[in-house]
Structure formats: C-alpha cells, structure tokens
C-alpha cells in the first residue's frame, strides 16, 4: 500500500476512451489519480462532477485527474458522456491496480460480504512520487479539499 513520499505505483490501464494508459504518460504534470466505486452511483456521481466543474483550476496548475473503477471502459465511456466529464476514467476489471494501491476493502451491503473499492485519492507530484493520500473520502466536499492541497503545495 503505498504511502506519502514514496514513488507511485506505475500501471497501464484501458481508458474511456478507449487507449490505453501508463500513469508515467503524464511525468512532469501533477495527477490527481481517484478511486471509486462505481460509475453512475450517487456519491461517484458527485465526485465525477465535482472534478469536471472544477476541471480547468487543476489544469491551470499543471494537473491532470485521473479516476478508477473496476468498472468497464463501455460503462466508464457512458458515464463520461453522460455527466460530460473532461478528464479519463481508467477501467480495472481484475482490480491489479486497485489493489496495489490498497484501496480494495472487505465491504458487507444487505449482509452481502464482497471486495469493493473504499473511496480513496493520491495526489502524485511531478516527479511521480505521491504527495499527498486520502482514505475514506466522503465526496462532498473532497474535490475542494484535494485542489485546495495542490494550489497550497504544488506549485
């Protein structure tokens, strides 16, 4: 599980539209790389949202946003199109990537036990190392909270 200071894991992942992406594509800009649960879902909606309306602030500072599901890239590309999000979303399927970077939980729904993602965001400087980690993330509020850091940290 990675921690603050520590290079990021590096991966090549299938975005929404539909390339394939290596998170060392983006040396030398600042990435906001998200991990949600599911696409179309109310909080990931919020988040999704909260990102792409706040979408050309991070880019004025040299950062790119980057969001994981184990969802597919079919259903990544329907959610990018139908909340107009201008950033890419990068499908996990096996969950390899989700759980490198430690954010795959035991959760229990309606006395189900499954594997699901537990809301989390890496903040990765320039130079590829993580910065910044945040766990447990509630998405109201959190996209705020992540450009406040980068606009205070990384400049």
């Known amino acids: 599980m990675p921690q603050e ?4 894991i590096g991966f090549t992942l299938e975005a929404s539209n539909g390339e394939k992406v ?4 983006y040396r030398g800009k600042n990435v906001v790389l998200y991990f949600y649960p599911k696409d179309n879902t109310p909080g990931c909606t919020v988040e999704a949202c909260g990102f792409r309306d706040h979408h050309q602030e991070f880019a004025d ?8 599901s184990r969802d597919s890239v ?3 590309q329907k959610f990018v199109e139908k909340q107009n999000l ?7 399927p096996d969950g390899k990537v989700c759980e490198a970077y430690g954010v795959l939980k035991d959760k229990n729904m309606f ?11 890496f903040v990765i400087n320039e130079e590829g190392q993580i910065v910044k980690v945040y766990r ?12 406040q850091y980068i606009k205070e940290h990384l400049r």
């Open 5 to 8: 200071g520590e290079q990021a």
């Open 22 to 25: 290596s998170l060392s594509d």
């Open 61 to 68: 500072l040299n950062t790119v946003i980057l969001g994981v």
């Open 74 to 76: 079919a259903s990544h």
């Open 86 to 92: 201008p950033f890419l979303l990068l499908s996990d």
């Open 111 to 121: 006395g189900k036990k499954f594997k699901g993602i537990e809301r989390s965001t």
């Open 136 to 147: 447990k993330v509630k998405a109201m509020g959190h996209v705020k909270e992540v450009l």
